[in-house]
Each structure stands twice: as C-alpha cells, then as structure tokens.
C-alpha cells in the first residue's frame, strides 16, 4: 500500500515541541519508548509527511522501524543513535514496537547566551548530512546513562531543574559530537566554516525570495567574489550551487508529499513563472518536474 501523501494535500504540516501534558511548548523535552514506562504512543499525524521544527535525538535500544528523512530510507538498528534537524521531512511507513530514549530540543535553546557555542558543532552543523552514529559498547553505556539522568531530571520537577536539563545535554551534544567527528571526518571549525554555516542558515531563510549571491552576501557584509571565493573553499560548491540545491530540495519535497502544481510550486519557491521553473529543475536534475514527481512516488509506494 502506497504511504505517501494523499494528492489532494498541499502543505507539509511542520509540528512545534510540545510538553507532554500538551500545554504549550518548552525548549527540551525527554522521553522513554518502551522500558518501564510502556509504549511510546506515536501522534498518528506523525505517520504522514511532516516537518519538526526542533532537533530530535534517538537513542535506540531495540526496534526496526523503517522510516524516510526527506529522501532517503532509514531501518532503524538496535544500540544506533539518530538524529535530525528543524524543516527535513519526515515520514514513518510504520509506528512498530519500539525501546529507547528520545530528547527534543528547540533551536531557541540554542539562541540562548550561554548555549550559543553549541551551535557549531559538528552534531548540530551536520555538514555530511548525516542521520546515525554507530556506537561501541562505551558509547553506549555513556550515551543512555547520560540521557536517562536527563529523563529522571526531566520527570522530577526538582530545584534547578532547567539547570540540570541543561548542562547534561551540553555533555551530551559535545560527546556525540566526538563520534561524529570521528565517523565522519569532520574538519576543525575556522572562521571560514563558520561563514559557510551562516551562509547556508541565510539560504534556509530566505530560498523563496533570494536566488543571487550577491543578495546574500549583502546580509553578510561581504563582496559577492570574497564570499564565493570562501564558499568554494570550504564546500567545493560555488555559492550560487549553494542556492540552487536548496531549491532543488525544497521542489522535490513539495513534489513528493503535496498535491501542489507545478506552478504553484513555482509560485512558492520564488520563480517568475512554471516554464523558467521547469528549465530551471529539468537543467539541474535531467528531468521534469512532473517526470520527478511520477518517478519518485512510484519508487517510495
């Protein structure tokens, strides 16, 4: 049976961080799947495609849900740890037993003064656009301690709570982040990186309405070339393919889990109009969008 979205649909809904009461949001959330507390009762919107705007980090025990971030297919392994980031599309295909530990938090927390340092590092950057981290047997021993005295934490409502809640997930954050380096190569963090991250956090911003460098590198207080020049060192991608795979991206998901027009896609994305739309989607991907979408859907059914 096909599990993407119904055609008719034409907006990917995106779901805010709620406590588990229900009442408002909170900027961390921890939880238990399966264990002493039972199972974790999935939101069944959460079984059709959808964005998150907060960072989800999964700890799993046991379980083999298979499950889709934007467009690649995950089997989730036991003694794995997962993790996303805010606007990817999500789609489970399936909501099966499931053992683990699951921590939310929002990119306001890492606004935050003293949280802000957080924010560069290679967990939270995922410049490979990666998902999972493998773990030995000291990981994850490290790694579920460390999340069960967040969730101990979180449950008890005790004094200093927020406190608690926040220096364990710093510890958590930085040690993951040692894997990722590890598993991934991740470079040491420069000046130059840090730019190619802010530029790439502009484009996230602002992909419908600026499509030339030039009008980012004005936001960024840069000449057009310097900020090219900086971008091609970091990434080996020009600026502008920066720009262009973002909206790339952001067609083949509008493409793939809505019922929208090409058109209206255009319309969404910033273009003038549907035939520089389809020149312009067909240039960088060798095919139409509507051959895409036929393609795709038939491929994730």
Same mark, same amino acid.
């Given at each position: 049976m096909p599990v993407l979205t119904a055609p008719e649909k034409t907006v990917i809904p995106t779901f805010a961080l709620q406590q588990k009461d229900g009442q408002g949001n909170t900027m961390?959330?921890?939880r238990e799947a399966g264990g002493q507390c039972g199972e974790f009762k999935l939101d069944p919107a959460f079984l059709q495609p959808h964005r998150k705007d907060y960072y989800l980090f999964v700890l799993i025990k046991s379980g083999a849900n298979r499950h889709w971030i934007d467009f690649v297919p995950y089997t989730v392994k036991p003694d794995t740890f997962y993790f996303t980031v805010p606007q990817q599309v999500h789609l489970k295909e399936h909501a099966g037993p499931t053992e683990g530990l699951m921590m939310s938090f929002t990119d306001e927390?890492?606004?935050?003064?003293?949280?802000?340092?957080?924010?560069?590092?290679?967990i939270i950057q995922n410049p490979a656009a990666a %998902?999972?981290?493998?773990?030995?047997? $000291?990981?994850?021993?490290f790694i579920e301690d460390t999340m069960r005295k967040m969730l101990v934490e979180f449950n008890a409502d005790g004094t200093w709570r927020n406190q608690m809640l926040t220096s364990w997930l710093r510890v958590l954050v930085i040690y993951l982040s040692r894997l990722y380096s590890e598993q991934y190569n991740e470079t040491c963090v420069t000046l130059n990186y840090c730019l190619l991250k802010s530029f790439q956090a502009l484009i996230g911003e602002h992909y419908a309405t600026q499509h030339d460098v030039a009008a980012y590198a004005e936001q960024l207080n840069l000449t057009p070339g310097h900020l090219t020049d900086v971008i091609k060192q970091q990434s080996g991608?020009? $600026?502008?393919? %920066?720009?262009h795979d973002r909206l790339i991206v952001e067609a083949k998901r509008r493409l793939l889990h809505t019922g929208l027009s090409v058109k209206q896609i255009a319309d969404e994305l910033g273009f003038e109009d549907s035939a520089y739309f389809n020149r312009f989607f067909k240039r960088l991907t060798s095919t139409t969008p509507i051959a895409y979408r036929m393609q795709i859907r038939e491929m994730y059914s």
């Open positions: 961390i959330d921890v927390f890492l606004q935050l003064e003293d949280n802000r340092i957080l924010k560069q590092l290679p %998902h999972e981290i493998k773990l030995n047997p $000291a990981d994850l021993v991608k020009t $600026a502008i393919t %920066h720009i």
